[in-house]
């Protein structure tokens, strides 16, 4: 049976219906332990479905942080490439699949995918977010290959290696797990579950058009007996998130973010039915969870065309917003619009954190997120009431004036309503870049403070495609765009006043951040794996190990807190002395 | 009017031609240019001899112009073939023609004549550069006036904001003439300050590497030079005479200072700011006129 609703497609039958062999499947990763508060493991992109990437975990605190150190460090893992996916490149202590910490056998290499490998590019892994750890092993990946490694000395077991066809090959965002399966999409439109046993492929299937120019970068979440795909694309080719059978791949809904036929909600958002069809929205950042509602709650990306016409003065819906999403029929609960009629190229896929605290004097289950135009956002997660707008940035000026104690140019939601004057023109106009970006934030229930990076510049954007019709993607911006940089910080918001309470600032970019029970900030700064107090912003420990590549995670092993990092294609594994 | 389909029904003239698609497709294999191009079948695959391509554009130019528009990117009587779902995902033909036997008003062609559309079709895709960037985008030959502000009052603004600091009799003589036929670059200078008018710092670098810095010692005691870093827990500077010296840090101590040689324009940028953009218009044309 097939269901439309507002873009839905609706294959009704596996997804309300018991696995009938979940018993095949026993051990690895329980779905219950999926569903629980990060602590002992990591078991999803943000370590829980909550995505306030907050450890319970208090062995490492402000006072024993200074104890951590590194327990070892494996630098010898490499991406395939190739027929066999063995590089030709000198590792540091492997081959194509990375050797071990200690000596021993190369790990093996499963071989898949529909290239011949000569688009796949050797060297240093590049490791991405969503690194997974259960059961003392982990489980981490770069485009195109997926690597376990046990936790104890970093010895890689095995090495699942993708011959892409090519594509936008940017950073993976990580792995899923359910079971013994681990899932992972590659950047040609494929997903594929794997055993995590030994790397064996359990099923692939093909999730978008490689013609169309979508590039599969997200990291799986597995929402009950659901896996949720979401994909990228700068075509213009339409936005989707997909469920799939855990056990088979089989398509079980798919949810387009913006009106596909007429009829549907939203559409009279759109200059025509052709524009909402192609104003993208793309869903290539994970979401977060709530088992209690089984509401996902996720962010989409941006219009396309981005900078320039062609689709009407409409709010463009249901791109740049909050979508909550329930996983067992594919409806839509509710939105929230993080940024109207987007003119800028800013998603709103970054990571919500689901809380629940108190708020104007009672407890909510709340949602919270920091989207790249600089706007804060609380909401109450149920029900999707707005609750609080707050603006960061030390130049944001696209929406409200540039004086960070400006009144904020707000509508009746609490959106922020756009200055078109600071959309891309052709004389040029003196705008803020983003104000963050993808990169997760985090929330410590401790603090009540939301950290997220934040980073300051204004520059000259140009409209260099005038024509009506409308650009495509990316196209039509450009020319010499005056910047100035007022630097790059972590910020530590009150979630119930939206205001930064402190600023931290950082030597170069960011790639997400963790927070613990033991008081503890963690992140990458510049060329330094750092830690902060969480409450005062003091710094408190680093280790000089170079630029980080994904997130900061931390578990439990063998009785000790472990702090795992990634960076120039090498995994650090720290503990407590 | 089926828009489910990528071409649709009423002939009639196209709103815009971009002359640049109406010139030859390319002979190369039309790889992708920008950000994130490279590697998508559609830019990567053999194109069709030139005589194929030739005929192609004048079937394409014939049928089906006048409603997609001879840049593809459509009018109101026919959608944008350039992001079509069909186009891109059709290798020699196959889902082309399957489009044009529903079409309305049929389109009748021979299959040859078809796969030569077709064919014509991808070479175009072909051109399509990274993130999306359609063929012809930034045309050269497009006049876009940047030079829209009031040059007096834009005098009047550098006389009371610009004037402590610059002379267009002095630093600025001729500043114009350094920026001929690029407007977009003198406005991008004068706002950031540098010649080149460059994006200085990324937009997650951290700030201050390579300038002069003065660090302050617990002691007391100031030590001047070039900053090569600074980070919670550590600071290196190269001195005036070349050697490299380093302090451990802590509580933010030793203290850090580093000159920022766009401080003064960044502060300019605040002040510069308004909702129009008027002041930073107004300024780019009273600059312009310093030839």
């Known amino acids: ?577 | 009017m089926n828009r489910n389909l990528w071409i649709t029904a009423v002939a009639g003239p196209c709103l815009l031609v971009n002359a640049l698609l109406a010139q030859a497709p390319p002979a190369g294999g039309g790889r992708g240019r920008g950000g994130r191009a490279g590697g998508f079948t559609q830019f990567t695959r053999p194109l069709a001899s030139q005589d194929v391509l030739a005929r192609g554009k004048a079937l394409f130019d014939a049928n089906c112009a006048s409603c997609h528009a001879a840049d593809f990117r459509g009018t109101d009587k026919g959608v944008n073939i350039l992001r079509s779902g069909p186009a891109l995902d059709d290798k020699h033909g196959e889902l082309i023609a399957q489009v044009l036997a529903k079409h309305t008003p049929p389109v009748n062609m021979v299959e040859a004549d078809t796969v030569a559309t077709a064919e014509y079709i991808h070479s175009i895709l072909a051109t399509t550069g990274g993130q999306g960037s359609p063929p012809g985008r930034n045309p050269t030959g497009l006049q876009l006036n940047v030079l829209v502000g009031d040059a007096k009052a834009g005098e009047a603004y550098f006389a009371a904001h610009c004037a402590s600091c610059h002379s267009v009799t002095g630093d600025l003589k001729g500043l114009a003439s350094q920026y001929d036929d690029d407007p977009r670059g003198l406005q991008g200078a004068w706002v950031s300050g540098t010649k080149a008018g460059v994006f200085r710092g990324g937009r997650g670098g951290g700030l201050g590497a390579g300038q002069p810095a003065t660090v302050t010692l617990a002691s007391g005691e100031k030590v001047q030079g070039t900053l090569v870093k600074k980070t919670d827990f550590l600071v290196v500077l190269t001195l005036p005479d070349g050697t490299r010296k380093s302090w451990a840090r802590e509580n933010e101590i030793p203290k850090v200072e580093i000159t920022d040689p766009q401080a003064a324009h960044k502060k300019m940028a605040i002040e510069l700011d308004d909702p129009e953009n008027k002041n930073m218009h107004d300024v780019t044309a009273y600059l312009a006129t310093l030839k």
């Open chain 1, 1 to 577: 049976m097939k269901k439309l609703l507002f873009g839905t497609s609706l294959i009704v039958g596996t997804s309300l219906i018991a696995v009938p062999f979940l018993l095949a499947q026993s051990g690895g990763l329980e779905p219950t332990d999926i569903l629980k508060p990060l602590k002992d493991q990591w078991t999803s992109y943000s370590g829980d479905m909550s995505g306030k990437r907050y450890s319970l975990l208090k062995q490492v605190d402000t006072n024993t942080v200074k104890h951590l150190s590194l327990e070892w460090m494996q630098t010898g893992i490499q991406s395939g490439c190739g027929p066999t996916g063995v590089s030709t490149t000198p590792a540091g202590a492997g081959g194509g699949g990375g050797r071990g910490a200690l000596a021993g056998p190369a790990a093996p290499i499963i071989v898949d995918g529909l290239g011949t490998g000569d688009a796949n590019n050797c060297g240093p892994a590049r490791f991405g977010g969503g690194v997974l750890f259960v059961n003392g092993i982990i489980y981490a990946s770069a485009p195109d290959n997926v690597y376990a490694v046990d936790a104890r000395d970093g010895t890689v077991l095995w090495h699942f290696y993708w011959k892409t066809r090519g594509g936008t090959s940017l950073a993976t965002r990580g792995l899923a797990m359910w079971h013994n399966y681990i899932y992972f999409e590659l950047h040609d439109d494929w997903a594929v579950c794997l055993d995590a046993r030994n790397g064996h492929l359990v099923w692939k299937k093909e999730i978008a058009s490689f013609d169309q120019q979508y590039f599969s970068s997200n990291a799986p979440m597995v929402l009950g007996n659901h896996v949720i795909i979401g994909t990228g694309n700068d075509m213009d080719s339409p936005a989707f998130l997909k469920s799939m059978d855990p056990e088979t791949g089989e398509l079980q809904w798919t949810v387009y973010s913006t009106p596909q036929n007429v009829g549907e909600a939203g559409l009279d958002t759109w200059t025509s039915l052709d524009a909402a069809r192609h104003g993208a929205g793309s869903t290539w950042i994970p979401g977060s969870y709530d088992p209690e509602t089984h509401l996902y709650l996720y962010g989409t990306g941006n219009p396309t065309p981005a900078y320039t016409g062609g689709r009407g003065d409409g709010d463009n819906l249901y791109t740049c917003s909050l979508i909550a999403l329930n996983v067992d029929t594919g409806k839509m609960a509710w939105y929230y619009q993080t940024s109207p009629h987007d003119t800028h190229d800013w998603d709103s896929t970054e990571t919500p954190a689901l809380v629940d605290m108190p708020f104007n004097g009672r407890m909510r289950k709340l949602v919270i997120t920091a989207t790249r135009n600089g706007y804060f956002y609380v909401l109450d997660r149920v029900t999707g009431e707005h609750l609080l707008t707050a603006k960061f940035g030390l130049v944001n000026n696209w929406a409200s004036g540039i004086d960070p104690n400006a009144k904020l140019n707000l509508d009746a939601k609490g959106q922020p309503k756009r200055n078109p004057s600071k959309d891309a023109t052709i004389a040029g106009s003196l705008v803020n870049n983003d104000v963050t970006n993808y990169p997760p934030p985090t929330f410590s229930p401790d603090t009540g403070l939301f950290y997220v990076h934040e980073q300051n510049t204004l520059r000259v954007y140009y409209l260099m495609d005038p024509d009506p019709r409308g650009s495509m993607g990316l196209g039509g911006t450009g020319g010499a765009g005056a910047g100035l940089n007022w630097g790059t910080f972590i910020d530590a918001i009150d979630y119930k006043t939206g205001k930064v309470v402190w600023r931290h600032e950082l030597q170069g970019g960011s790639v997400g951040l963790l927070t613990t029970a033991g008081g503890v900030l963690f992140f990458g700064n510049g060329q330094d794996f750092e830690a902060l107090d969480a409450k005062t912003g003091k710094p408190l420990w680093h280790s000089g190990i170079g630029a980080l590549s994904s997130p900061p995670e931390t578990f439990l092993l063998d009785g000790k807190q472990h702090v795992l990092a990634t960076g120039g294609g090498a995994l650090y594994m720290f503990v407590l002395n």
